[in-house]
């Protein structure tokens, strides 16, 4: 692996002119929207109520929340894309074109879908259209196609980097535009969950729980344990992998300059599902590795150090998904992360000092001492990390604190009712 990463390294330190993609981050509350937005967001995706693939997911915005999201976004001057991109039912379609106009009123940049009654609503409407990567664009002859009503192409996940720089390159030669004129963009994803369907569209959760995964309510039955029994004879095969039906989720930072050199236009990253500091930590490495990719310094080192920033949040392992070219041999091995480091929870920040940069801590659960590593999340301040340098009970000096203290320390900008978690590292992982 070294010598391909020293080969690339030697590629991209060259001269040539090098164009970082948008770099899209996945929301799904307002904690991970402005984590996203202080990681480094270009843009961002969310989905609304019932009307997206994650609908099962803990969080979700409502429709009266659009508004909302836009505002912070268009401050920041970061995009905005609204996933509609379930299945949709002759009962569904009311609701499709109330937030299809809900967003463009609002000013969402594009809708995400998959379904043609949503992408042909929205053209209607003048609204722009990424193809989701639920339509299995895998050609050249159905990007074409599928220009005729979407801006930007969401491929399948299933292409490796040669067919994809194909297609880029394709777009370019024969300028290929979309509804809006200009050349059709080409997004991928670049770190976040792999399932073994075909980009996502998945029937198991359907088949055992009446519960369909293109309709936003997957069960994941896929991350199981699964053991194959003989009914005839009794015999049972002893598996490599008990989680034969889960892959390791997609890294792609160990190559993400190959993946740059094909031409994309947008980076997406999974997890509309995930924690804020999952959204910040992914968001934030990436980033700083697109920087380095820019600036010369896409180094082994470096993506050495990036890789254990990745590990430290949710994860089922990390694999290179299909963009080698090989076949998808990584799987998960347990149930549930891998994460090297978990979050503890401590408390609330009950008052904010903004002057000093000090904050007042309620500790309800878990002793906190000082030298800790800390992570502070709320909706308004997304996420903040930090190490506790200082304690003061009654301003007296402590070196310890346990539940049911108050207690200042020294932090960067925080905000009554954000939750205070410490952040260790795991001392073991859960084995299958």
């Known amino acids: 692996m070294n010598k ?58 409502t ?108 777009i370019e030669r024969k300028s290929i535009t979309g509804p809006g004129g200009n050349l059709v963009r080409i997004e991928v994803f670049a770190h976040g969950a792999l399932c073994v369907s075909q980009s996502g569209r998945c029937h198991l959760s359907l088949f055992q729980h009446n519960a369909s995964a293109n309709r936003g309510m997957c069960l994941q039955t896929c991350r199981r344990k699964y053991r194959i029994h003989e009914e005839e004879t009794g015999h049972e095969l002893i598996l490599d992998n008990n989680f034969v039906l889960s892959p390791a989720d997609l890294c792609t930072i160990g190559f993400l300059d190959q993946l740059v050199d094909s031409g994309i236009s947008v980076l997406k990253i999974e997890g509309r599902g995930r924690s804020a500091d999952y959204v910040d930590c992914v968001v934030r490495t990436y980033r700083e590795a697109l920087g380095a990719i820019k600036d010369g310094q896409y180094t082994v080192k470096n993506i050495q150090k990036w890789e254990n920033q990745l590990k430290k949040v949710f994860h089922r392992g990390l694999g290179s998904g299909y963009y080698l070219g090989k076949p998808l041999t990584d799987l998960s091995g347990t149930y549930g992360s891998q994460a090297t480091e978990e979050k503890i929870f401590v408390g609330k920040i009950i008052h904010y000092y903004p002057k000093i940069k000090v904050a007042e801590l309620e500790v309800q659960a878990n002793e906190i001492k000082v030298g800790d590593q800390f992570v502070v999340e709320g909706d308004s301040t997304g996420v903040v990390w930090g190490r506790i340098d200082e304690l003061r009970v009654d301003d007296r000096l402590v070196k310890k604190v346990f539940p049911k203290c108050v207690v200042t320390l020294g932090i960067k900008a925080v905000r009554r009712s954000d939750k205070f978690y410490l952040v260790r590292k795991r001392t073991r992982l859960q084995v299958a």
């Open 4 to 61: 391909a990463l020293q080969k690339n390294e030697k590629k991209m330190n060259s001269k040539k002119l090098i164009v970082i993609p948008e770099l899209m981050a996945p929301v799904g509350s307002f904690a991970s929207l402005n984590a996203a937005l202080n990681a480094g967001a270009d843009s961002v995706y969310f989905g609304i109520d019932k009307m997206n693939m994650r609908a099962r997911a803990a969080n979700n915005f």
């Open 63 to 170: 429709l009266e929340n659009v508004a909302e999201v836009v505002q912070k976004c268009r401050k920041r001057r970061v995009k905005t894309y609204l996933t509609i991109n379930i299945v949709l039912y002759d009962e569904d379609l009311d609701l499709m074109r109330i937030v299809i106009n809900r967003a463009k009123d609002a000013g969402i940049d594009a809708i995400i879908a998959s379904d043609m009654s949503a992408i042909l609503y929205a053209r209607t409407v003048g609204m722009g259209v990424h193809a989701s990567t639920q339509l299995s664009i895998s050609n050249i002859e159905s990007v074409c196609y599928f220009a005729q009503f979407a801006d930007t192409i969401v491929l399948a996940r299933e292409l490796s980097l040669p067919m994809i720089k194909k297609i880029v390159q394709f």
